[in-house]
């Protein structure tokens, strides 16, 4: 499905957010070794990722800031809008409904769902819960592109069936627990608990 | 500083969880194809992994799921209270100090700063949103090991300076921005926009 590596498109993503501050502040053109200290990587590598895509600079002249960018937004699927729709509406599904940082970058969040009736009719940053049992109708209606799960463990396989199911493309997970899609669905996990005990791994074996 | 790659810590994390399920559920034993397809990957993978720590299973009989999962916690530092203290008091980090995945696992919020005079003082979960200038002072006295950051972009690397400064030896970033951190510490970054964003890059680069 994907064409070049996860971690390329990662720091494609950290470039974009440089380069649009960049541009903020009045820049017109920058290097590829002030793309990469920001990127945490190296000049070398910065040109290879942006090769991937075609010539962008010129030799000691650096990337022109504006068209480097423009072209980052169209590779990362970022010139339009994008409708999300959330399910689960506990602390971390609310939280994520009013993250402004989404909206920010094209992601809309048309629609968030659950199963508990004392959370169905709370207004969200304008958008209502409404009762999971719509979600195959607004999913016919909407046509959200990407759902974000924040139900508990046990009740995210079945959901996932169910947007998938519905027509789903793509799914962030935020419940505890892996998950399975069929090929031609993309799925991403956040994981809270387990980046905590990769940090706690590392500190129990640190060297020092 | 770490040992073992981080996706091999990333599975032992996935198996404990299924490990620990599997114990509630009354069962003695658990074979490696058991585990494999909790965790989604191979039976030879599984056993490579747990490899690396010694000798656990008996041929024919599988894994003893008590003794695997005690090895599992000792391995992943769980065997111990850790505590946590989370400097930004937002959205996402009103979310984080209530987030009952990181007691369940012995990660215990011992504090929550803002700078915002608004937010000091509300209680989330038993725990009081203190005064950011009290966070070099609580460091020293509580001694937190982990700190999970969720503030502006802008305001991410000074705090993490004066974390570090302090004595923090791991951070886990939820600002969405790159941080650096010196030898010795470890950092992780979870980032929201970037998950959607690598979602969307699979979207628009699909092959049907």
């Known amino acids: 499905?994907?064409?070049?590596?996860e971690?390329?498109?990662?720091?494609l993503s950290l470039y974009l957010r440089f380069l649009e501050e960049f541009e903020a502040q009045g820049h017109q053109t920058i290097s590829s070794g002030e793309l990469a200290s920001q990127g945490g990587t190296t000049s070398a590598q910065v040109r290879k990722d942006l090769s991937f895509f075609g010539s962008f600079g010129k030799r000691g002249l650096g990337y022109s800031v504006?068209?480097?960018?423009?072209?980052?937004?169209?590779?990362?699927?970022l010139g339009r809008q994008w409708n999300v729709i959330i399910v689960g509406a506990g602390k971390i599904g609310a939280a994520l409904a009013q993250y402004k940082g989404f909206r920010e970058?094209?992601?809309k969040v048309v629609g968030v769902y659950d199963t508990d009736s004392a959370r169905v009719g709370r207004s969200l940053d304008g958008v209502h819960v409404k009762?999971?049992?719509?979600?195959?109708?607004?999913?016919?209606?909407?046509?959200?592109q990407i759902a974000l799960i924040a139900v508990p463990a046990e009740a995210a396989q079945p959901l996932v069936d169910r947007l998938v199911?519905?027509?789903?493309?793509?799914?962030l997970?935020?419940?505890?627990t892996p998950l399975t899609v069929p090929k031609g669905v993309t799925l991403r996990s956040v994981n809270m608990a387990l980046e905590l005990e990769i940090l706690s791994?590392?500190?129990v074996n640190a060297d020092d």
């Open 131 to 144: 009762d999971q049992r719509e979600l195959e109708g607004d999913v016919a209606k909407l046509k959200p």
């Open 201 to 203: 791994y590392a500190l």
């Open 165 to 171: 199911k519905s027509g789903v493309r793509a799914i």
């Open 105 to 107: 970058r094209g992601f």
């Open 66 to 77: 504006s068209a480097l960018s423009a072209s980052l937004r169209e590779i990362l699927g």
């Open 173 to 176: 997970n935020f419940a505890p």
């Open 1 to 5: 499905m994907k064409r070049i590596a």
């Open 7 to 11: 971690s390329t498109v990662r720091r």
